[in-house]
């Protein structure tokens, strides 16, 4: 019998399927992000596969208490920033996604887990997007040089499906999923279908024959290439590249990981010999601060379960026209508002006629209330001018009469502080109660209830 024939349109963004085409799609509300797919459907089929299933052994149910968990093996990295990440290392037969901008250091970072993991395992490296000897020259840039590391230029899925179970590699990285085709399906590399199915393929490959897969796909927020959001569930851990291109550092995180915890991230700095491990970013984050001046405070955001050491610069001046000028980069605007209203109608600071600026150094995007002391301490510092002594760091949240609420993992940030050679750490009043530090730390905690407390507490004035 003739195959059907089913048009169909998917959201590039988010997956949402549908028979009719929207401008914005209803799964995630993006706009004109549906695009038409054309999809086989086989008479028949259907029942083949139920047949098979029957027979599989795997497939039967189990007690529990039959299951028998040995421990997952792990391959290092040799980066330990990497594995941290991913948990403590490459999870044998797992599918690691790993997303990022086009340009952030994907393939870098591949490569280089290829010069580590070369000397043991038998690694292949598919390619779609760059040709043999890019890839060479890439791997003598970062001094990679492996027997064991093989190198194929390919895009059909089956072909490479192939190729793995011949070559039996230990370890297979696929560059990107959206150069990959699968020749069944009619839409075009990069489609959600087919980076869908290629994935599907790939996991069905290196599950059977344990072998992990990292998988990099390129995230596009034009829509024109489906997003590697799509993939999140069919995949074991997600990690996502970050990172601002014209700024050297890199943030990895992990946004999914069946294998460990979602709160780790890695930072790198991209340099001439690839990614180097940043051991110590708040150390870099803070370099070449200015010291004794006004408009400037630390904050202590936490990163996962890491606390980081970041710089918010506030510039408050009078306004040359009607209007005042707000603008924050690294903040959120709303939250930035809301902060300056506080500070005009419950501690008497009028910033109604001046510009307000706020800006977190590093490209560092901040999106804890945690923070939200240190912003009003640095707008407070620039209107009236008061320094914010060097070795002064404040957190906590702000709230809507001015009060100082109490945040999480208050020790850890404080101890963080301490270790970088801070000599007071502003807290919010309640914090204290169940502060327990380490005990060889030396580090003055104020806490205070109000934003007022928290002016009077730097002691500059
Ligand atoms: P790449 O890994 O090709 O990015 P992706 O695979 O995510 O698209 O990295 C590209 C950028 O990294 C490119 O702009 C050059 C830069 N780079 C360095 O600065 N140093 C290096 O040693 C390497 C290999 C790349
Ligand atoms: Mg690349």
Known sequence: MADKIKSIYVCTECGYESAKWYGKCPGCGEWNTLSEEVREVRKGSASKPALERRTKPSSLPLPITEITTEDEERYFTGSGELDRVLGGGIVKGSLVLLGGDPGIGKSTILMQICGHLGKILKILYISGEESRRQIKLRASRLGVNSENLYVMTETDVEIIAEHIQNEKPDLVMI???????????????????????????????????????????????????????????????????????????????????????????????????????????????????????????????????????????????????????????????????????????????????????????????????????????????????????????????????????SVNHAAQRITEAARLGFGKCIVPYHNLRNLVLPENISIEVVGVKTIRDAVAALGSH
């Open 175 to 405: 560059d990107s999923i959206q150069t990959m085709n699968y020749k069944e399906l009619n839409s075009s590399p990069g489609s959600v279908s087919q980076v869908r199915e290629c994935t599907n393929i790939l996991m069905r490959t290196s599950k059977s024959m344990d072998v992990p897969c990292i998988i990099v796909g390129h995230v596009n927020k034009d829509g024109a290439i489906a997003g590697p959001k799509v993939l999140e569930h069919i995949v074991d851990a997600v990690l996502y590249f970050e990172g601002d291109k014209q700024m050297s550092y890199r943030i990895l995180r992990a946004v999914k990981n069946r294998y460990g915890s979602t709160n780790e991230i890695g930072v790198f700095i991209m340099g001439d010999k690839g990614l180097e491990e940043v051991e110590n970013p708040s150390l870099m984050l803070l370099s070449g601060r200015p010291k004794n001046v006004s408009g400037t405070c630390v904050a202590c955001p936490m990163e996962g379960s890491r606390p980081i050491l970041a710089e918010i610069q506030g510039l408050v001046t009078n306004s040359g026209f009607g209007n005042a000028r707000r603008m924050s980069a690294g903040f959120d605007y709303n939250r930035m508002s809301m902060l300056l209203a506080v500070l005009e109608k419950k501690c008497g600071y009028y910033f109604s006629s001046m510009d307000a600026y706020i800006n977190v150094t590093g490209g560092l995007k901040l999106d804890e209330p945690a923070t939200d002391l240190a912003v009003a301490l640095a707008l407070v510092s620039s209107l009236k001018d008061i320094i914010v002594p060097d070795d002064v760091l404040a957190f906590g949240e702000v709230g809507l009469t001015g009060e100082i609420r």
